[in-house]
């Protein structure tokens, strides 16, 4: 071998290297696992459609334990993953944590709040406009005036989607009862389909015909009892209409997916920052497919699309419940 | 007379267990496809081939020698608390209440301070159960694993409402103030030259669980009280003939293994998160359990149970980082790994007791 061979081989080899530093991202699953049906699962969903558009890899981690949300964001950002992407509120105090360290790594945190950090970039969805909309339908779908809402774990990101439903109940009718369940006090409230099909039953022996469930896989049980039962149900991050097609009146949307997709899609370009998902970034949504196309009539598609774009253009304005820790519409 | 040799006893039974266990996850993982060797590989250098994996090792391994400590003490008095999980939560919040109301000009008093709180808050989690025990006689399984969930729900109650910053999402405390940072084992060993990751987690704490394991056995094995304990646990009509009162000796071992228990979060909580999360514990009181059983409740064997628990945390994570092995699976290895050493002891033991008793009638 000549000594030019030799440089070449070794600039090859450099090439090399230098392609593979090119970072694959990485991913993270909060506690509730990669496929409870909803928020978690629409994040993987997103990576994969990416995965498989592009051909790229990913790095990913479900996390176990609380001691691995550092040690999993450290060892990601070692290995050179680049953007780190991250599920779940439960995610912002480690990044506020790592993120110093890690000045060349992007963090992006979905549903957390990280201030003052130049590396990372959050994802903030308007939960309280999506379930604004969804609270009008349940009302203009109900008979009986009164509407249910079961959420998961009590925690402020709940009692958001409950307030904003509830908003959106009252805007039609202003009569209406909401009644309100929290599923559990811990993570396991998550994936408690059982808890949700019992609190369903409860809901309706008080007079609810319509519920509205923001439990992640507990929304599982909620929509298959009402089903059941013969009343209407309504689901939440994926949409989750074609479960039970005909009885469930509509999803709110939150295109997890659609977040992380882009973000991978940027690769190292992504930029920090603050995204807003909003009714006008698309970001939430409700879902309209032709497995509830007959529950929804026209006169309600046009209330809903009316109040839609009166949101968008700021003159309805839903009180978001992380604001200030209150509800005008529901109490706790 | 004793059937077995000590060895055999202390050593040759628990390793064949592991063994078993092994075998068994190996087997699991090449199921769906994997390498078992590589897993192997992969859960050794991960949690014990660097000072970062040993820091995360030890850092789980010191939450276990404290529950796993609370169990013991309490089964040396005959007692089944298995309530470390909730003692242990309440512990979280004697240590978040501690570092948050009072300012604390250096990391040593408040780690005096939070110990205190910690040992006190889960002591008293621990003396419900343990009077309705001593005077009621409701049985202590029972009480103990219903405080776990009604501590569950207070903490969830004073975190969502009570202890969370305005606007935060996160049901948790607010940050602990930096003096109260307690040094982790990089900062203790980097004064006298050893260079320690400095990214784990583990802690000063590790060092008082050390010493909580001495101070139990001198506790049990070498003190008026340890021995009232010890024969209290062995047979209750005797101790009550000797003048022991069952009352006091049920109160007294039952405060005990509560602060242990609590005595953990100086570890998770003022240590590691240096805040108070919803699901600080995570289990680790009942992998005390697991590890009092490993360990036949000696403090001894209770560390070395404590460190194997650590690895397979540890290496379990490894495993969840760098492979597709999904969670579930790593839970079902640990899992298998407390089911041969805890659950099915007899199975390895008796086979093991035949085989010597075989051996000795040969040779005799």
Not at chain 1, 18 to 32: E, K, M, N, R, V
Not at chain 1, 138 to 144: D, H, L, N, V, Y
Not at chain 1, 271 to 300: I, Q
Not at chain 2, 66 to 78: K, M, N, Q
Request: proline content about 4%; hydrophobic content about 50%; glycine content about 10%.
């Amino acid at each position: 071998m000549t000594l030019m061979q030799k440089f070449l081989g070794a600039t090859a080899a450099l090439a090399l290297s230098a392609g593979a530093a090119i970072a694959d991202p990485a991913l993270i699953f909060d506690l509730g696992g990669k496929f409870d049906k909803s928020f978690n699962e629409s994040a993987y969903n997103g990576a994969q459609r990416w995965a498989d558009e592009t051909g790229g890899k990913y790095l990913e981690i479900e996390l176990q334990s609380e001691a691995q949300r550092e040690q999993a964001l450290r060892r990601f950002a070692e290995a050179g993953a680049n953007p780190v992407i991250t599920t779940g509120f439960a995610m912002s105090d480690p990044i506020a944590q790592v993120a110093p360290d890690y000045p060349d790594t992007i963090f992006v945190t979905i549903d957390g709040w990280v201030p003052d950090q130049e590396n990372v970039l959050t994802i903030g969805f308007a939960e309280h406009e999506g379930s604004y909309l969804v609270g009008m339908m349940a009302a203009m779908a109900s008979k009986s005036g009164t509407v249910g809402f079961i959420g998961g774990m009590d925690v402020p990101l709940i009692r958001k989607f409950a307030c904003g439903y509830a908003q959106g109940v009252k805007a039609v009718n202003p009569d209406a009862t909401v009644i309100s369940n929290m599923t559990g006090t811990t993570p396991a409230a998550w994936n408690d389909p059982v808890k949700g099909s019992e609190l369903t039953k409860a809901q309706i022996s008080q007079g609810a015909d319509v519920v509205f469930a923001a439990a992640g896989g507990t929304g599982v049980g909620v929509l298959q009892t009402a089903a059941d039962e013969g009343i209407l149900s309504v689901g939440v991050d994926s949409n989750q209409n074609p479960l039970h097609p005909g009885k469930v009146l509509t999803s709110m949307l939150k295109r997890v997916d659609v977040a992380v997709y882009d973000i991978m899609k940027a690769g190292d370009d992504v930029k920090p920052g603050f995204r807003a998902m909003s009714l006008a970034d698309e970001g939430v949504d409700y879902a309209l497919d032709e497995n509830n196309a007959a529950l929804v009539s026209d006169d309600m598609k046009a209330k809903v699309d009316a109040a839609k774009a009166s949101i968008v253009d700021g003159s309805t304005a839903v009180h978001d419940y992380t604001s200030d820790d209150s509800c005008p519409a529901l109490s706790f | 007379m004793e059937v077995m040799p000590k060895w055999a006893e202390v050593i040759l039974v628990p390793l064949i267990s592991l063994l078993l266990a092994a075998i068994l996850s190996a087997l699991v993982i090449m199921a769906i496809g994997e390498d078992p060797i590589a897993a192997v590989q992969l859960m050794v250098t991960g949690a014990l081939g660097s000072t970062y994996g040993w820091g995360y090792t030890l850092y789980y391994a010191t939450n276990f020698l404290f529950t796993g400590l609370a169990v013991s003490v309490a089964f040396h008095a005959g007692l089944f608390n298995i309530g470390g999980e909730g003692q242990a939560m309440l512990g979280g919040l004697g240590v978040a209440l501690m570092c948050l109301l009072i300012p604390w000009p250096h990391w040593t008093l408040a780690l005096i301070g939070a110990s205190a709180g910690a040992a006190l808050f889960g002591a008293a989690w621990a003396a419900i159960p343990a009077y309705l025990q001593a005077k009621r006689g409701s049985h202590i399984v029972i009480t103990t694993i219903m405080f776990n969930f009604i501590a569950a729900a207070l903490l969830n109650y004073l975190l969502v409402n009570v202890m969370r910053p305005q606007g935060s999402m996160d049901p948790a405390s607010a940050r602990f103030p930096e003096a109260v940072h307690l040094p982790t084992l990089h900062d203790l060993l980097a004064p006298i030259g050893i260079s320690f990751s400095k990214a784990a987690p583990a802690n000063v704490t590790f060092l008082i669980a050390v010493l909580a394991c001495v101070l139990v056995w001198f506790l049990l094995w070498r003190t008026w009280l340890g021995y009232e304990i010890r024969s209290y646990g062995k047979s209750e009509p005797a101790a009550k003939y000797a003048g022991i009162s069952p009352t006091a000796i049920t109160m007294i071992a039952m405060l005990i293994s509560g602060g242990l228990a609590g005595m953990m979060a100086i570890n998770n909580v003022m240590g590691e998160a240096e805040r108070l999360v919803l699901n600080a514990v995570e289990g680790a009181g009942f992998i005390g359990i697991a590890v009092a059983l490993m360990g036949r409740s000696h403090p001894f064997g209770v560390f070395l149970a404590a460190v194997l628990f650590g690895f397979l945390y540890q290496g379990g994570a490894e495993l969840a980082l760098w492979t597709n092995i999904p969670r579930e699976l790593i839970v079902v290895i640990q899992a298998l790994v407390i089911l041969f050493t805890g659950a099915l002891d007899n199975m390895v033991r008796m086979p093991l007791e035949r085989l010597f008793l075989m051996t000795r009638r040969g040779s005799g």
